[in-house]
């Protein structure tokens, strides 16, 4: 069962308790969401700073909207949109932001850690990296679906309720990601790849 | 199916196919051609250390507080622009008439009623003394007891 299965069938009572004003249901609600929005918000942004803005950005929003959820889509269906809407908003703003400053500010930040930090830093860049050299180079409905499919075991016929997309659309979107990321993966391997070519 | 064949299936084959198990063409060669075999673990394990790189980013916020936090903001939220513009311009335009009230009746009342020739000069050169409201304007007379506030 994927985590977003898992998070479904755990979330699914919660909601119509949160909804009906259950303070304790909502705040089980957002904390179980929390970590799969901030899995979600990495994938899509490579930041893992950005992702927790965005994380938190999208528990608000689920708070000031649980009303209008209507339970004709999965919650985790209607989760994973809003959290798209999120970093989609947060990309614009920033790009609003790079046009007025003429550098980045959060380059300059050194922040004052002890070593666990440092390592934790340390792994959240490595990640970034590693996802960027993987990922920089695919569309953007191509890397969602790899991930939420391939990285997720999200089955592509909830994948396709979750984008609101074709199936068949998906699948494309899965086989050329998949082609563009395995030959990247091979090019690492120069012995590999010279055999490919044989 | 030979080699060649093979590995340009296996760029888009299933996981499941890429550790040879299933009955399918690709599945079967990975499980009889060791090099070809290689290739597919190669491109398992890559996937692998992605997703578990991924998975092993923890917020930097706990999620116990993040939650709170998206509570907290919810008790104050952000209203609609129009309503916030509103929300600043009323009590101003309270304050204005609550202090051209206290203007105009501050003091004795006028002893003399000011005549149409000085009203007229008034009307033709007020003073503004506030033009930043959208709201008011309060105009200054010669007689300091007749100050008009203007709301509109």
Redesign the interface.
């Known amino acids: 069962m994927s985590e977003i299965q898992r998070l479904n069938e755990a979330v699914t009572p919660l909601v119509q308790k949160a909804q009906a004003g259950d303070?304790q249901a909502?705040?089980d609600l957002?904390?179980?969401c929390?970590?799969l929005v901030?899995?979600w918000a990495?994938?899509l942004t490579a930041d893992?700073d950005d992702?927790?803005d965005i994380?938190?950005e999208v528990?608000?929003r689920?708070?000031?909207n649980l009303a209008k959820y209507g339970a004709r889509s999965r919650f985790t269906t209607w989760l994973y949109q809003v959290t798209r809407n999120a970093a989609l908003d947060q990309r614009r703003g920033r790009e609003r932001r790079e046009r007025l400053a003429t550098h980045e500010y959060r380059d300059e930040l050194q922040p004052d850690t002890d070593q666990a930090d440092r390592l934790?830093e340390l792994?959240?860049s490595?990640?970034a990296d590693?996802?960027k050299s993987?990922f920089d180079e695919l569309p953007e409905r191509q890397r969602e679906v790899f991930?939420l499919v391939?990285?997720?075991d999200c089955r592509p016929v909830e994948v396709s309720a979750m984008l609101d997309m074709n199936p068949s659309t998906v699948r494309a979107h899965l086989?050329r990601a998949?082609?563009t990321?395995?030959?990247r993966?091979?090019e690492r391997?120069p012995e590999?790849a010279e055999?490919?070519g044989? | 199916m030979n080699c060649t064949e093979a590995r340009d299936l296996l760029l888009e084959a299933e996981l499941a196919e890429l550790r040879g198990e299933g009955a399918s063409e690709v599945a079967r060669h990975v499980r009889e051609c060791a090099r070809c075999r290689a290739m597919a673990q190669e491109i398992v394990e890559q996937e692998g250390a992605l997703a578990q790189a991924l998975a092993g980013v923890r917020p930097r916020v706990a999620a116990d507080t993040a939650a709170a936090e998206a509570v907290a903001a919810k008790v104050l939220p952000l209203r609609p622009r129009w309503k916030r513009r509103w929300a600043a311009v009323i009590p101003a335009a309270l304050a204005a008439t609550l202090a051209g009230i206290l203007l105009t009746n501050n003091g004795t009342p006028p002893a003399v009623v000011p005549s149409t020739t000085e009203a007229a000069a008034v009307a033709a050169a007020p003073v503004v003394d506030a033009t930043s409201s959208e709201i008011y304007v309060v105009f200054n007379t010669d007689n300091p007891d007749i100050v008009v506030v203007w709301l509109y």
């Open positions: 303070q909502l705040n957002l904390r179980g929390h970590p901030h899995r990495l994938s893992p992702a927790d994380a938190q528990l608000v689920v708070h000031r934790d792994h959240r490595r990640v590693l996802v993987l991930d391939d990285l997720q086989l998949r082609r990321i395995r030959k993966i091979l391997h590999m055999e490919y044989r």
